[in-house]
């Protein structure tokens, strides 16, 4: 643009420069020439009062004198008489000459030609005298020529001079104008002080300008909205191009890929894993399709999900999602052991039932050991109801179903009401059972707390010896009620004191047994435990006993 308007300024100053010299070279040659033909007709005049005094004798003398234009003497009828130049009588009759007819028929005339004898354009005058002859004076036109030639080297100087210094004045004249153009803050064009003309420009400018802001403060919005909800999922999810670049990963993802966002971000996957099972199924959702996978990270399971994110029919990238199944892979692994466990617990009771009824029913025991079997029947039926019946417990507490009966109840007054229960059965022991403290209130089921309460003194009867002690203590304090069941027992091995919440876990499976135990009584004190928000803790010694406290949360 610079460019343009500076050579388009050069142009119309050269231009203006070039017709202004052609101008003044005419109005010179017309000047010059008008003053030609006043000095030619001057000289006539003057010349005319010689020869008419002294007729040719004047013109002789003038020729002397060498002058510089030409003299004719013409005599009225056209002859020659006189001529500066050439001699009178080589020259033909000048009658039909267009200024001797005017100077004979008005006095005077004048006429340019080019001359037939000089081959020149000639300015003719020519006077009438008293006599009737003519005297012509001419004078040749190249003399004005030469005079506006003279001129030319003036004119093309200052020609040069004035087309220089308009080119410099153009220079600088574009260089103001292109100024505040180039100044020109896009940011704000409506604050700009800017020529009228570029005012719809400017408003236009202005006008985008608004209206991409308002589409990058959107987008803006949206991202962080975006960003804000997927970081506080707790799945994990990546969104990854056609390519299999990173495009956003959220804080779940990044936590369970254990990778920083900077070092994935608009990299490839591999950058953030490079297991198997999530190249297969991002593999399959860039080809298309759905990919599915289960991944272990850090000790967790994760259930992969990549599904294609089309648009228009092309694909664009995947979607991943992870969601983290590792409690429910634990649950299903726990269910299926249960049932393997259940089903081999009650199979052991079921086939000693069903064996000592088949002895009995073929006549095959002997009358007076017919009690001793019967006891036996007895004895294992009762296991096996024990057993259905924690079972249920358990499956209860397992589904939440107690969830709608807690209500506070009286912590101590229970304890003091199940330890009495096993009061008997501690005394066949030869163990002592005391429950000591003070009341405390808990908020929760009062079976379920009973259940617990049970199992704990039936264990720590069942694992003691002669002599031995069990004390229950209730116990409220600032933050919550204690419940603690100590006894002077045989103890768990360390190796088995974090298994012995496990469902159908024993130390010695077969004194467990003799004893009528299941293996679910400290699984059901777990449950309990969980159901009601308290803590478990169990501190246990081999061959001191052992104690395990209880701490309910302050309701
Ligand atoms: P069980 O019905 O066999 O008693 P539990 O789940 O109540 O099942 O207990 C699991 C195992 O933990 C028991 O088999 C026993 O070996 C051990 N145990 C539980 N309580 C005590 C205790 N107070 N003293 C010693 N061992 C115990």
């Keep these: 643009m610079k460019k343009r308007i500076f050579r388009s300024m050069c142009l119309l100053s050269a231009f203006g420069v070039l017709v202004t010299t052609l101008a003044v070279a005419v109005l010179l040659y017309q000047e010059f020439y008008d003053n030609m033909q006043l000095e030619v007709q001057t000289e006539a005049e003057y010349l005319v009062k010689g020869v008419e005094q002294d007729g040719s004798v004047y013109l002789e003398e003038i020729r002397n004198k060498s002058v510089q234009n030409r003299l004719t003497w013409i005599d009225s009828d056209g002859t020659v008489l006189f001529d500066s130049e050439t001699e009178a009588e080589a020259l033909d009759n000048h009658l039909s000459r267009p200024e001797v007819q005017d100077a004979i028929i008005k006095g005077s005339g004048k006429n340019a030609r080019l001359s037939g004898t000089m081959g020149q354009q000639i300015f003719y005058y020519a006077v009438r005298l008293e006599d009737g002859t003519v005297l012509r004076v001419s004078k040749t036109v190249d003399s004005v020529f030469r005079m506006v030639l003279g001129c030319v080297p003036y004119l093309v100087g200052i020609a040069v001079l004035v087309t220089g210094a308009a080119m410099l004045f153009a220079k600088r004249q ?12 896009l940011e704000t064009p409506m604050d700009q002080d800017m020529y009228e003309e570029l005012s719809p420009l400017l408003l236009r400018i202005s006008r985008q300008n608004a209206s991409i802001e308002a589409s990058l403060r959107a987008l803006k919005e949206q991202k962080e909205e975006f960003q804000s909800i997927t970081d506080h ?3 994990g999810l990546l969104v990854l191009d056609n390519r299999g670049s990173v495009l956003s990963i959220n804080e779940s993802a990044r936590q369970i890929f254990q990778v920083q966002k900077d070092e994935v971000l608009h990299h490839n996957i591999l950058r953030v894993s490079r297991d198997e099972a999530v190249q297969h199924s991002v ?8 990919g599915e996978g289960l991944v272990d990270l850090d000790g967790r399971s994760y259930q992969l999900l990549a599904n294609p994110v089309w648009a228009d029919g092309i694909l664009k990238g995947c979607i991943l999602l992870l969601l983290d199944v590792t409690e429910r892979q634990k649950a299903e692994q726990q269910r299926r052991e249960f049932t393997a466990n259940v089903s081999h617990e009650l199979k052991t009771p079921l086939q000693s039932i069903s064996g000592y009824a088949e002895l009995l029913q073929n006549g095959l025991v002997k009358e007076a050991d017919v009690p001793r079997f019967s006891e036996r029947i007895y004895k294992e039926a009762s296991r096996l109801m024990a057993l259905v019946e924690d079972i249920i417990r358990l499956s209860q507490l397992d589904e939440g179903q107690e969830e709608m009966e807690k209500k506070p109840v009286e912590l101590f007054t229970l304890a003091k009401e199940v330890g009495a229960r096993f009061q008997e059965n501690a005394c066949q022991k030869e163990v002592t059972l005391t429950v000591a403290g003070r009341p405390a209130k ?9 259940e617990m309460i049970a199992n704990l ?8 010896r002669a002599g031995g002690t069990v004390e229950v203590w209730v116990e409220p304090l600032e933050d919550g009620t204690v419940l603690t069941v100590e006894d002077t027992g045989i103890g768990i091995p360390e190796e088995s004191r974090s298994r012995v919440f496990e469902r159908f876990y024993r130390v ?10 299941t293996g679910l009584g400290l699984s059901i004190v777990k ?16 061959g001191k006993g052992t104690r395990i406290t209880i701490r309910f949360p302050k309701e």
């Excluded at 103001?176 to 803050?185: F, S």
């Excluded at 264990?459 to 003691?464: I, P, Q, T």
């Excluded at 449950?527 to 081999?542: P, R, T, V």
Aim: glycine share 10%.
């Design 442 to 450: 808990v908020c929760g089921s009062r079976r379920i707390l009973e």
């Design 283 to 290: 593999e399959a959702a860039l080809g298309g399709e759905n």
């Design 527 to 542: 449950h309990g435990a969980q159901y009601h928000h308290a803590d478990l803790k169990l501190i246990s010694e081999l």
């Design 508 to 517: 010695d499976k077969s004194r467990s047994k003799e004893t009528g135990g």
């Design 174 to 185: 574009t260089k103001r104008i292109i100024q505040p153009i180039n100044n020109l803050d």
């Design 233 to 235: 999922m707790r799945e």
């Design 457 to 464: 003194c039936d264990n720590a009867v069942k694992y003691n």
